[in-house]
């Protein structure tokens, strides 16, 4: 008989629908026994509201303590105001690895769709160095973006990508990039990755795809991939792609990953347009708390969290309404809950 102790984490209800998708992710984490103790931290609209900062020192010292957080989506302003709570999360933690799978479990338009993206979070276009050249009266008449790729940083998420698919029977890497046209920022990734791949030659292969092409590709002949390895910007765009092959952002969760910390969250955003409604899709969140508990050698109970979202939705078919369905968030939890009772 193991025992198995508590193991404290940080939950961040986030903005928008992240509250509706926490309490119902944490309701069926509940039921089946997982091993997390939570602390509740703000950050995002919900950090500036309660304490004046969108990214509160408490809540930076509670992941630094736990080295583990669930997180809701984070609002971030448009345009101007305060940046992303996300981003700067992620370079706090030198979270570089950015993890995406999407799987088919409600066929739809496409079938037995099963892909990892990995994105670097850090880097790349990202960093934000910007600026306006003021010209005549106008003092923005030139926007000026600058990207950053380092070496080290290309080759540390290309060795992430390649340790991950030899973990799990993952085939064949395809990086994504522009170098014909960003020659230098996307260029060293495509040869930061290739010098990897050398090192991995007889277990994982590697071919590489120009972004746009890449993005034709996944919409024809998506079962061409097994796993994407992306720049963070295109990352961030393939990742909603792949999310759309699989039933919408309500099926997309992430984990964003570094040498000692981790933090999982949905894919989407704060859904402003749905928030307050209990009609949110909790399902993203709760496939990233099986993520967490398989960060946590708990692949038991990722494997029932799954059974139980698949067969809810295939077996008692009841969906939110983004998958068609008519159920509220919390009457999808509530089958769940039920669901787990029986496997
Ligand atoms: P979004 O993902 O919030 O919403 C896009 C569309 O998808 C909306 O129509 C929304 O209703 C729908 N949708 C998203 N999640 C859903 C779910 N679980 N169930 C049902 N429908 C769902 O993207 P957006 O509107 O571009 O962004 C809103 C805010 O979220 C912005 O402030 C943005 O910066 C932030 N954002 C945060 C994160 C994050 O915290 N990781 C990620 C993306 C966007």
Redesign the pocket.
């Known amino acids: 008989n193991t025992i198995f102790t508590q193991i404290p984490a940080t939950l961040i209800p986030?903005?928008?629908?992240?509250p509706e998708?926490v309490e119902a992710t944490v309701q069926i984490l509940d039921a089946l026994g997982s091993p997390f103790s939570w602390e509740v931290q703000q950050a995002?609209m919900a950090g500036v509201n309660s304490c004046g900062d969108p990214l509160p020192a408490a809540t930076l010292a509670s992941i630094r303590k736990n080295k583990l957080a669930l997180?809701?989506?984070?609002?971030?302003?448009?345009g101007e105001g305060f940046r992303?709570?996300?981003v700067r999360l992620r370079e706090e933690f030198q979270l570089y690895a950015n993890v995406r799978p999407a799987l088919t479990i409600v066929p739809g338009r496409y079938e037995n769709i099963d892909l990892v993206l990995v994105r670097e979070n850090i880097g790349g276009f990202y960093v934000a160095h910007e600026y306006y050249i003021p010209v005549g009266d106008d003092p923005r008449a030139v926007a000026v973006s600058t990207g950053v790729n380092t070496r080290d940083a290309c080759k540390r998420i290309a060795r992430f990508a390649f340790e991950y698919a030899v973990k799990n029977g993952r085939k064949k890497i395809t990086v994504v990039h522009k170098a014909n046209i960003l020659k230098a920022l996307t260029g060293i990734f495509l040869e930061a990755a290739r010098e990897v791949a050398r090192e991995y030659e007889n277990q994982v292969q590697m071919n590489d795809m120009i972004v746009d092409a890449c993005a034709m590709q996944l919409v024809l002949n998506p079962w061409q991939f097994d796993m994407l390895l992306c720049t963070n910007l295109f990352g961030d765009i393939l990742s909603?792609q792949l999310a759309g092959l699989v039933g919408?952002?309500?099926m997309a969760p992430?984990a964003n990953v570094g040498d000692d910390t981790a933090i999982f969250?949905?894919?989407?955003?704060?859904?402003?347009?749905?928030a307050g409604k209990g009609?949110?899709?909790?399902?993203?969140?709760m496939l990233a708390s099986g993520l967490m508990l398989e960060h946590v050698g708990r692949h038991d109970l990722a494997q029932r969290l799954r059974t139980a979202i698949t067969e809810t939705l295939n077996k008692d078919h009841i969906r939110?309404?983004?998958l068609k369905g008519t159920a509220s968030t919390r009457q999808f939890a509530d089958s769940i809950v039920r669901r787990l009772e029986t496997i």
């Open positions: 986030g903005d928008g629908i992240g998708v995002g997180k809701g989506p984070l609002t971030t302003p448009i992303s709570s996300n909603d919408g952002l309500g992430g969250e949905a894919v989407h955003g704060s859904a402003p347009d749905i009609i949110a899709n909790p399902i993203s969140l939110t309404g983004d």
